[in-house]
């Protein structure tokens, strides 16, 4: 189902339908275990669709537009999961799965959403997606057996009407039975040319029905500066086939915007460079790791505390997100942790969704990489500084991944910060249970609570911990700070901790001055915007590394000189 009016049933029969009421798409007529609705409503001839609703395990699931989600009219956060369903949110995508094997996926960014079923369902569904039994000839049966013909749809869409409220009978779905010579060039172009981006995909899903699709969206924005953009809802759709089919193409570079703060949008391939001019805003993402020693600690104040360190150091208008991983079952993977079912929101709304993490040690054991390589994959604002803060229980970054891993941070201008459980060791000195955290040149303890200044002396006589971790950390110019002092301490002094710890990441938290962001699409069509340092922090090291040795060749040199024996001549 794409946009508002176009339908493809399970058997490959595509339609055009636009109604008020609300409709059964696909239902299982022999068990009962699922049934998927779609909600519609008018405003003078104008049709939207405003919600999915979806029976899972006996309980009512309602997707909103916005990316909202109920469960039996009760507001939910993402992932949730219960009995054999588990709903998530991907990126702009909202995914419904049961372990009965159906799913509905929703990618709300171009208002596509595919319903799948597996083969026990074989000839025992019904609804607008028909009866799944590779029959399109009957895919236009309605519940009372009769089968209409395509001049019929709007019967058969009302015989599968679903509530008790009146609305019309009416077919609202646009047609454009003479569409303009340009707006046949969009589409054609799309779906047609041997150098179209889809090609690759036009031998295995075939391109014409999506023909029509374009055609008549094209119908509202015909001379329009909008006009190139009628193509993405058909293109969205038919990507979403090619890669259900198999095959791993992207939505077309022209249907990608990125936003910039000022409202303005760039396409895909288009640059934003700041020169000192960069939005002195910040994006915190806390990655949680989901192992049951967090159940001892209160991780909601960190979001505030950061927040007001950050507004302190004049970094305002900041926004907070949470991914997690290691969980239980599909909570083992990286995801995204939803806030009034968004990706970012405000530090004062992250405090409830850092209130209910989903701890528990029986999931494996989770891959901090591949959840760091998560979080640097999220939309993140032009130019505004990426604070990453790992939350785990211990140490696990693997050797055989930290040269990716640190890369990966570095190009991306991302500054990490730890919290573990450490064993800290200061030589030379009984400062060992005063030690906050440290960083590559300061240690922090209870005495930064009036001077931020770390202290340089004891650093140097601190024993860094033998972890693959750590490095990451202070190679990003983040920090490492001890998660201990917040589960054995008085509360007086986890706050001390807290602001200490908030403070020391507001210090590095100024947006780079010079950066060149491109917009970039994913696999969904998503635009985001990847910015970097003008100069690559990788190639900067290296060259003062070059330096240096420079210098120190340069010394040698010039004590070979001096020490050589003096040749006199008489």
Known sequence: ??????????????????GECSYLLASDFLH?????????????????????????????????????????????????VYEQTSIMRDGQR????NDNGYSVDCNLLFNVCTVQVSGWNFGKTGGLFGIYNNEPSDDFTTPNRTRKTDDQIAEFANSWKVGTWRCSARNFAATNPTPTTRANQFCQDMFGKNDSVLRPCFRLVDPKPYVAMCLNDMGDLQNSAAEESGVCTAAAAYVNECQ????????????????????????????????????????????????????????????????????????????????????????????????????????????DTLKDLPLNDD?????????????????????????????????DCEASSYADALTLLIENDIKLHLLQPLDLVVKRSQEDKNVYGFDTDEVFTVRNIRNPQGDRELRRQLAMPKDFCTPLALETNGTVFDLKKMINSQSTEIKQFVDIFAHRVAATAQPSPCQRCDCIGDHDGNGSLLCQQCISPILERLEKIWEKLVHENNLEDQSSTEDAPSLQLT
């Open 1 to 18: 189902m794409a946009g508002t009016q176009h339908f493809i049933t399970f058997d490959q029969r595509h339609y055009e339908f636009a």
């Open 94 to 97: 909202i995914i419904i799965t």
């Open 244 to 351: 259900m089919a198999g095959l791993d193409i992207l939505v077309p570079a022209q249907c990608v915007r990125c936003k910039l703060e000022n409202g303005q949008t760039i396409a895909s391939g288009e640059t934003q460079n700041f020169n000192n001019d960069a939005p002195n805003s910040a994006d915190v993402v806390f990655i949680v790791d989901y192992k049951s020693c967090l159940g001892r600690i209160n991780l909601s104040p960190l979001s505030a505390v950061i927040d007001s360190a950050l507004n302190g150091a004049n970094i305002s208008q900041n926004r907070f997100a949470v991914v997690g991983f290691g969980g239980k079952g599909i909570l083992s993977k990286p995801h995204i942790r939803t806030t009034k079912g968004q990706i970012w929101s405000s530090s004062l709304s992250l405090q």
């Open 363 to 395: 999931g494996m054991s989770g891959n901090v990489y591949a959840a760091l390589r998560y979080a640097v994959d999220m939309p993140y604002r032009a130019g505004v500084s990426k604070q990453f803060i790992l939350i785990s229980c211990s140490n």
């Open 32 to 80: 009962d275990s699922f049934s998927v609705v779609a909600n519609y409503e008018g405003n003078n001839g104008r049709v939207t669709r405003k919600s999915l609703t979806i029976l899972s395990n006996g309980r009512q699931i309602e997707v909103d537009a916005d990316f909202r989600v109920t469960v039996d009219n009760k507001k939910i956060e993402m992932p949730l």
